[in-house]
């Protein structure tokens, strides 16, 4: 019985707090985090034997997982003629149908996201319209570090990703290089989201993130750091959004 509670993907009770136990053969470590989306602590093992010792380790981190959910951001709730900033514009939430579209208002400063449900504002729509504009400003920023860079342009495709904001696949065996950013990026400043982007391309240059790497983001976007601070204060509350 024991054995089979300490399974790959099983979950435990931990003093009141989901433990979710996995199994990550490339790990070199346990390691501890708690899910963005779902508020669970995720325990990893490199091994099934090792999924008793990552219990034990989580356990010895009560007090940090306690700390961790603590810090976390409450659930977005949106509501009709809210406001909400897509890479750093205002967009009024108008819910008078189901084809979520980006128009203009008469406000030059402030969008309109229209067709976000029928009455009420439906979350699932608003994501749905930031996806897609999300993929249209990334797609072009990505073919415009790329010409800078003198690389042909990889594939850019959208991830939900909790644990980071972008991948970056190059080119192998014939495979085109292939880029993947979290749509949540839309949520937060332009110039953020750019950074990240920018990040991405630089990687098809240096796999790595050693020193000529950083000269790549630096040409591409100038101080990365002030990016990075944002994206570590403010990043949770994106992953808040739509959950």
């Not at 570590?232 to 808040?240: F, I, K």
């Amino acid at each position: 019985m024991f054995r089979k509670r300490l399974a790959d993907g099983a979950r435990l009770d931990l003093d009141g707090v989901t433990l979710r136990l996995t199994v990550n053969r490339r790990a070199r470590r346990i390691s501890l985090r708690i899910d963005s989306k779902t508020g669970e602590a995720r325990a990893t093992a490199p091994s099934l034997s090792r999924l008793a010792d990552a219990v034990d380790f989580a356990r010895s981190r009560r007090d940090w997982i306690a700390a961790q959910l603590a810090r976390r951001p409450e659930p977005v709730s949106l509501g009709a003629g809210d406001l909400i900033s897509v890479f750093g514009e205002a967009c009024h939430l108008t819910p008078n149908g189901r084809r979520p579209r980006f128009t203009a208002s008469d406000r030059d400063d402030v969008q309109l996201l229209i067709g976000c449900g029928e009455g009420e504002v439906d979350s699932g729509l608003v994501a749905r319209a930031i996806k897609r504009e999300a993929l249209g400003v990334f797609t072009r920023r990505v073919d415009h570090y790329c010409a800078v860079l003198n690389v042909k342009a990889p594939t850019v495709s959208l991830s939900d990703a909790r644990t980071r904001w972008g991948s970056c696949a190059p080119a192998r065996a014939g495979r085109p290089a292939a880029i993947r950013l979290s749509w949540r990026l839309a949520l937060a400043p332009f110039a953020v989201a750019d950074y990240v982007a920018a990040h991405e391309c630089a990687h098809l240059i240096e796999a790595n993130h050693g020193p000529k790497f950083w000269r790549e983001v630096a040409r591409l976007v100038g101080d990365h750091r002030p990016h990075r601070d944002w994206l570590r204060a403010h990043g949770p509350a994106l992953h808040a959004f739509g959950r």
